[in-house]
């Protein structure tokens, strides 16, 4: 399960933004700013990189977390994770308005962030995959295969009309590789060493695997190419 590569942090105790950097760079997520109030948070996103915000409840100047996050998602699709002190009724009930992807209480610990962000930022892209929302980031994960299956680099999963495909452990790992590689055909060589790793196996094992994924799904555009190998066409990227 990934962490999002870009944070901005909005935190007016600034032993709490340390704390904050410190945890996130053990995992090597890039802290794009810190903030404390809420016009250096607008102005500021416009020009930095942004892929989810950590957002206090109580800032510097007027407008508070909950305002300036109303604020924010009119015009940024980005998933926003609460931290505060207060965890009254009044407050609780403020922030399901905005339908959080996550909260976290003070005083917290690195595990309960690492986890909270993690799982906000999961639910975030399957969202926006179903959704067809497009992300605020410079350049997407989501590979478009066709009018209804989409693979999302991000979670290594292959959907179709936004609903998750299940498949076995083998059958994933070669639509990934087919993705990854999508309009270019992968060899029969490249496909086997990958999917099997140290075993030695034969063509016709690689073919019979194929052939459980078209009868699986029998619309996906997996194209044989004749003792070279396996390609997956999308029409979106010709």
Known sequence: MGLPKNI???EDEVITQRHLQDILA???????????????????????????????????????G????????????LPIVFITAHNDDATLEELLELAPYGFIGKPFSSKEILVTLKIAYKRYLIH???????????????????EYYSYSRDLSVLYYDGKAVKM????????????QNVNHTVSYDVLISQL??????????????????RKL??????????????SLQSSHLI
């Open 128 to 146: 926006t995959e179903a959704s067809g929302v497009n992300k605020t980031s410079n350049e997407s994960n989501d590979i478009a295969i066709n």
């Open 217 to 230: 799904l029998p619309d996906l555009p997996i194209i044989s190419h004749s003792k070279v190998g396996y």
């Open 196 to 213: 099997w790793e140290d075993d030695t196996v034969a063509d016709s094992t690689l073919r019979t695997l194929v052939y459980s994924v």
């Open 66 to 77: 909950i305002q300036l996050s109303k604020k924010i998602l009119e015009t940024h699709t």
């Open 168 to 179: 076995n452990k083998k059958q994933s790992k070669l639509i990934g590789l087919l993705s």
């Open 26 to 64: 053990q995992v090597d997520v890039n802290v794009s700013g810190c903030f404390d109030n809420a016009s250096n948070t607008i102005e500021a996103l416009k020009n930095i990189d942004c892929d989810m915000i950590l957002m206090d409840i109580n800032i510097k100047g007027p407008v508070d």
């Open 8 to 10: 901005v942090i909005v």
